[in-house]
């Protein structure tokens, strides 16, 4: 059972252009929503996150939109660069119990110069 | 800070041996949690510790692994008998108490484990 639904699987876009990936969740109980970004070979790191009570946090050229109500986010990362070629994973932490994170199936993204 | 490491970075084994991961956490992270990752997926909670306590075992682990945490300092994460389907990159990740940005997880690089 996907709790956390991610599209696209991959994507091109141009330098300088905008790079939208998009998830939605189902479980309400959800209340922390981090981006993660890989390198092949190396573990996720932590992009940029957002809690429910905003619908929008901007850091650097990265962008976090949120839509409680449609239980859907997503990442937009700003002037493209060769540079943020790699796989991105949104991901989902509910607001009780212990602190796991359920992640989307990642999109890979390709800057092309 | 030295960020979260993780050892052996790679580990080739043959079908039935048994292998042990270690993960080093931030220093001041108390909350450790091992996933496992494989090709094309996004990673997938296996256990949980805060402090030396397991608190979270997912149903992904079977008999043949065990985790500890001693000292609540480093990890280990064991896999006994191990079979191909084992074969993922194992992740390790930590963050702070409560009260501290308790929802920021950092990854290690991984163990890469190939059962052949």
């Known amino acids: 059972q996907q709790q956390v639904k991610q599209s696209p699987q991959s994507l091109i876009v141009q330098k300088g252009g905008i790079s939208i990936i998009n998830c939605a969740y189902e479980?309400?109980?959800?209340?922390?929503f981090p981006w993660y970004q890989q390198f092949p070979g190396k573990g996720p790191a932590l992009l940029i996150a957002?809690?429910?009570?905003?619908s929008e946090k901007k850091e650097g050229r990265f962008t976090i939109s949120f839509n409680k109500s449609a239980k859907q986010f997503s990442l937009h990362i700003m002037d493209s660069q060769p540079g943020d070629s790699a796989t991105y994973f949104c991901?989902?932490?509910?607001?009780?119990?212990?602190?796991?994170?359920?992640f989307g199936t990642g999109t890979r993204l390709l800057v092309s110069p | 800070d030295t960020g979260v490491s993780q050892d052996p970075r790679h580990k080739i084994t043959k079908r039935g041996q048994n292998v042990t991961f270690r993960c080093d956490p931030i220093?001041?992270?108390?909350?450790l949690y091992w996933y496992r990752q494989t090709l094309g997926q996004g990673p997938e909670f296996l256990t949980y510790?805060?402090?030396?306590?397991?608190?979270?075992k997912s149903r992904l682990l079977s008999d043949r692994f065990s985790a500890e945490r001693p000292k609540g300092s480093f990890s280990t994460l064991e896999i006994q008998r191990t079979e191909q389907g084992d074969s993922a990159m194992y992740l390790c990740?930590?963050?702070?108490?409560?009260?501290?940005?308790?929802?920021?997880?950092?990854f290690g690089p991984g163990t890469r484990l190939t059962v052949t």
């Open positions: 990740a930590s963050s702070f108490p409560s009260g501290r940005a308790p929802y920021e997880q950092y």
């Open positions: 479980n309400t109980a959800f209340d922390y």
């Open positions: 957002i809690r429910p009570d905003v």
């Open positions: 991901a989902a932490m509910p607001d009780t119990g212990f602190q796991k994170l359920v």
């Open positions: 220093s001041e992270h108390n909350r």
């Open positions: 510790f805060q402090n030396e306590a397991q608190l979270e």
